[in-house]
């Protein structure tokens, strides 16, 4: 392991080009004599789309083009789907009627698309979009995901009987009944999950290009993965993937929403074509409130069945996940299988099921976000375990370490999917314990008693899942000294340009400053799957490790060929090929420049150390540690305080630790901001997002946190070359349950057992006065 190999904490080089100013992002590309889009977009969240008038606006200055969906369906453009392969309990396909680029008869929810205007300025756009006259009727509107579950109301959808997209089920409920029919003791709570606003630093942008010659576009947008959001614009354009180029430069955020495939992405390359001009669109933040996926919002209910010795028999739920008025590409796969084969947590559950059913609302489509139904699940497992613990008078340390799955037992198969091949659960919430001085709470609890606080501590135990599948990763020597890292799974802030190159030194010494990452170009990197579900490093680091080994043997040959020594001899190790027992050795740069410039080399012999590496690992890995927080109430005011959070993580095996620091930083405010502060709020009648702006929607600030106290208990993963398990996501799925916890306890005194998120300063003020009028009577 050298100075930049796996396990240092090297300072992210891609940082001094962002830090700079130098941050190549979508906005930032532009073309000669582009023009710009703009969308005139429902002010309704449900209504019959009547007449739309053009007439003024297709005269107005600057104006090129208005388009409806009668340009969209006569041009034959495809509709956005749920990709996700999900069916019903019953065996039968889901509801999946597909999403227009543009409204046709129906709009249902605000911010929905009805007409594209293309013009020389984007004022002109703006002015002209003015002019455009659409008629609406409107319509009662679904926004209750648990109302849009039953039968007799308003639908969405003509035909339809209810809302439900989907009704899926996972786990045995036969061993389920038996449990629950023995059980000494059954909790149950019913827990809402709050929506969440994606935000990320970066909107979204798009540039799209046609070259009429070629027959070709060129589309610049951000996206985590050029290749899936090739074939996407593609197939909705009708052409083959070759005929469309994807780039993505530098990506501001993205936490899931920049994978998926918007209206926009696909009709703006549509009219570059149609205007013969290249068209660029970029969303305001106003637009991304209404038009961006969002994520989490769930109303769960969920039991767990105990013995008389509070060992857990069964757990059972029913679930009403939010999709929105339309299902975009993941949808139906997140509250699902994404989150529901973690049902039992890192416990040793015997029986389990759950009920999932996905609703359509006239709201924004929901989709992954950051976990992508992990911390949902993590939230409601954890909660559950508290709130038994409350209940049986034990511990919630106690009743974790009674029923955590023993190291000793892995791998572990549990009844709803998963099976978890490492990890020591017990250890890592002890050494939480001792690091967060657990023991010690109830003299601080008493001290801030005095000064008017109320104090809690709350802990959970996460388990995570990441996504297995492909990659492929191109290393190719350059005439100049540097080496081409060509990846498919392109960074929005993970630093893949410094934790990449760090796997690649480590495993063929080559200079860590000489690696130069490719991952946003469909022309120059040949394929990819790209970067979600914490997956990254997992599958492009086995693809890099794969491509390592090929060079390798290759090496020894080319080595041995110009050593004039048998290929037997060769040892590689540090960059070097050497002749084993002997000082003579030639450098892997050396040796690539010398194939690369050689004319006579024998048949059979290797013409380039240039190789491709492959992952197909169909392995998911299990991510796990222990959160615990502790906070401070002002029982005037109900403001929270974070004074303390300790977690310990297992991620199987960590390249960079400061990086993974950051990831798991950034995770924790996203988590706890949706357990204090965050909240998607529509009108219950109108549909109106009232939480529309950064004015109505509370985002966490730096001031809201303190400092994070991390640490490492790795055990490695036995199902990857690395032992990797991932990171990306962990920090958001073990937040939530411990901060809902610390505040449950803080409450205690008041016997108040239960409150959603956000926990916000006027939610906690209210429940705090009526617990103290109840108590007064």
């Known amino acids: 392991m050298g100075q930049f190999g796996i396990g240092q904490s090297v300072r992210r080089k891609e940082d001094f080009r962002l830090l700079e100013g130098k941050g190549q992002y979508a906005d930032d590309y532009h073309r ?49 789907k749920c990709m996700a392969p999900i069916k019903n ?25 009805v007409a594209m205007v293309v013009a020389d300025t984007l004022a002109h756009a703006k002015d002209a979009a003015e002019l455009i006259d659409v008629s609406y009727d409107p319509l009662p509107a679904v926004l209750d995901p648990v109302a849009a579950a039953k039968s007799g109301g308003t639908v969405l959808y003509d035909g339809r009987s209810d809302n439900v997209a989907l009704d899926w089920g996972l786990g045995d409920p036969k061993p389920v009944e038996e449990a629950f029919a023995k059980a000494k003791r059954i909790v149950k709570t019913d827990i809402a999950i709050n929506r969440v606003v994606i935000a990320p630093m970066e909107p979204r942008a798009v540039v799209g290009e046609f070259d009429k010659a070629a027959d070709r576009y060129v589309v610049h947008l951000g996206t985590q993965g050029v290749h899936s959001v090739r074939g996407a614009i593609a197939g909705t354009l009708g052409v083959k993937p070759e005929q469309v180029q994807v780039v993505t430069n530098d990506v501001g955020g993205s936490f899931g929403m920049k994978g998926f495939g918007f209206p926009e992405h696909f009709l703006v390359p549509w009219a570059a074509k149609m205007v013969g001009k290249p068209v660029r669109w970029n969303s305001d933040r106003q637009e991304a409130f209404v038009t961006d996926t969002q994520g989490r919002e769930q109303n769960v209910h969920v039991e767990l069945a105990l013995d008389e010795n509070a060992r857990f028999l069964a757990i059972r739920a029913d679930v009403i996940a939010n999709m929105g008025a339309y299902l975009s590409q993941f949808s139906l796969f997140i509250p699902t299988i994404a989150g529901s084969r973690l049902l039992t947590g890192a416990y040793a559950i015997p029986a389990g099921y759950t009920r999932v059913r996905c609703v359509f609302t006239n709201t924004n489509w929901v989709d992954a976000y950051r976990g992508a139904g992990r911390p949902e699940q993590a939230y409601v497992v954890e909660r559950l375990v508290d709130t038994a613990a409350r209940e049986l008078g034990i511990s919630p340390d106690e009743l974790r370490r009674r029923n955590f799955v023993p190291r000793a037992s892995m791998p572990w198969k549990t009844p709803v999917m998963a099976t978890f091949d490492s990890g020591d659960f017990l250890a890592n919430m002890e050494l939480a314990i001792a690091q967060s001085d657990w023991k010690g709470f109830e003299a601080r609890r008493a001290e801030a008693k005095k000064r008017g606080k109320l104090r809690g501590i709350g802990m959970s135990y996460y388990m995570e899942v990441t996504a297995a599948g492909a990659e492929a990763a191109e290393i190719r020597f350059e005439p100049n000294g540097n080496v081409f890292l060509g990846i498919g799974a392109g960074p929005s802030g993970q630093g893949h340009e410094t934790a990449f190159p760090q796997v690649i030194e480590d495993k063929l010494g080559i200079p860590y400053d000489k690696i130069k990452l490719e991952f946003g170009d469909t022309d120059r990197v040949k394929s990819g799957t790209g970067t979600g579900g914490a997956r990254s490093l997992l599958v492009a680091g086995t693809a890099m490790i794969d491509a390592s080994q090929k060079i390798i043997a290759k090496g020894k040959k080319l080595a041995g060929h110009f050593l004039e020594a048998s290929e037997q001899d060769i040892e ?34 290797p013409a380039t ?4 590496g492959n992952c197909n690992n169909p392995n998911n890995t299990f991510p796990n540690g222990s959160h615990i927080c502790e906070l401070e109430i002002d029982e005037e005011t109900g403001a929270t305080d974070i004074l303390r959070y300790t977690v310990v993580d297992d991620m199987g095996l960590v390249v960079n630790p400061m990086i993974v620091m950051g990831q798991i930083h950034g995770g924790l405010v996203q988590g706890i901001g949706q357990a204090l502060m965050e909240d998607t709020v529509f009108d ?4 109106q997002l009232l939480a529309g702006s950064f004015q109505d929607y509370t985002m966490p600030r730096a001031d809201n946190f303190p400092t994070f106290e991390i640490t490492f208990n790795n055990v490695p993963c036995t199902t990857n070359i690395m032992g990797i398990k991932g990171a990306g996501e962990a920090g958001s799925v073990g937040s939530l349950a411990s901060v809902m916890n610390a505040v449950i306890d803080a409450l205690s005194p008041y016997n108040i057992r239960h409150i959603d998120m956000p926990a916000t300063p006027l939610k906690i003020w209210r429940v705090l006065q009526a617990a103290k009028g109840k108590k007064a009577a």
């Open 572 to 605: 590689f190790k540090d960059g070097n090929f050497t002749i084993a027992g002997t000082d003579r050795f030639i450098n892997i740069m050396d040796l690539a420049k010398r194939t690369r410039e050689a004319s006579n080399l024998p048949d059979g012999m």
């Open 89 to 113: 309990a019953d065996g039968s396909a889901p509801f999946n009627p597909g999403r227009t680029l543009l409204a046709s008869d129906r709009v249902r929810q605000v911010g929905e698309p």
């Open 609 to 612: 150390l240039d190789e491709t």
């Open 684 to 687: 219950p009648k109108s549909g």
């Open 32 to 80: 000669p004599g582009e023009v710009h889009a703009y969308f005139v977009r429902s002010p309704h969240a449900h209504a019959k789309l009547g007449k739309i008038d053009m007439a003024a606006a297709k005269k107005a200055p600057g104006v090129l083009a208005v388009y409806t969906y009668a340009d969209v369906k006569a041009a034959n453009l495809g509709l956005i």
